[in-house]
């Protein structure tokens, strides 16, 4: 089956600054989803993106479908950005999302 | 509902034990998908429904592990025998589209396997 890696596997940034992370996978790809799963275990959806590039506020996200990769922008991050953040990709031949290992974030004050 | 609901939010097993852990997805979404979450790790697929429909058990780790959808809404997934290994957070999601993204995920299962 498909493979997805995110890089880096563990970040920590000083509230204010800016981060990218990454997202690997092995295949085409018919969806690919960036999700943030807050400290209670909430996965929340932040784009729907299998190419292209789109911003929601601090977040942006741009996906090169060509290259199989995406990157996910946090400027001006806050506490509240802490989390771990998900790829997962949906390939040509189901209906499932597969996942990336996440990239654990934490933002000090 | 507003969003996908699952119940228990925390369940605790005895080794050998059965239980069953609930999904109320969003009204009228067709699509059903259960996932597994290791302490760490990413979440894993399980199971997937088409309304009441199961198109894709390949993720269920053993035959201890069964999942319905009898009338195209609520699930159960149950799981007899629990082991320690079976330790995990359950997510549900479900999905207005038979494919191409709209997911959305409860708040899961914590299951603890002692």
């Known amino acids: 089956g498909i493979q997805v890696e995110q890089s880096p596997p563990d970040l920590i940034l000083q509230e204010g600054a800016n981060s990218t992370l990454r997202c690997n996978f092995s295949?085409?790809?018919?969806?690919l989803q960036w999700f943030h799963q807050n400290p209670w275990g909430q996965l929340i959806n932040l784009f729907y993106?299998?190419?292209g590039t789109k911003q929601n506020g601090r977040l942006s996200a741009t996906t090169v479908a060509t290259e199989r990769y995406s990157l996910l922008y946090i400027s001006s991050s806050q506490t509240t950005d802490s989390g771990v953040y998900f790829c997962?990709?949906?390939?040509?031949?189901?209906?499932?999302?597969?996942f990336g290992g996440g990239t654990r974030l934490m933002v000090k004050p | 509902g507003a969003g996908v609901s699952q119940s228990p939010r925390y369940k605790v097993a005895k080794r050998g034990q059965d239980v069953a852990l609930r999904c109320d997805p969003i009204s009228g979404h067709v699509s059903l998908f259960w996932y597994q979450q290791a302490l760490g790790q990413g979440p894993e697929f399980l199971t997937y429904f088409q309304n009441e429909a199961q198109l894709d058990k390949s993720g269920l780790p053993s035959d201890r592990f069964f999942a319905e959808r009898p009338e195209g809404s609520v699930s159960t997934l149950k799981i007899q025998r629990t082991q320690q290994e079976d330790s995990a957070v359950y997510l549900c999601a479900s999905s207005l589209y038979l494919t191409g993204g709209g997911y959305t995920f409860g708040s899961g299962t914590r299951l603890t396997v002692v």
């Open positions: 295949d085409s790809v018919n969806n």
């Open positions: 997962a990709v949906e390939d040509n031949a189901g209906n499932m999302l597969t």
């Open positions: 993106i299998p190419s």
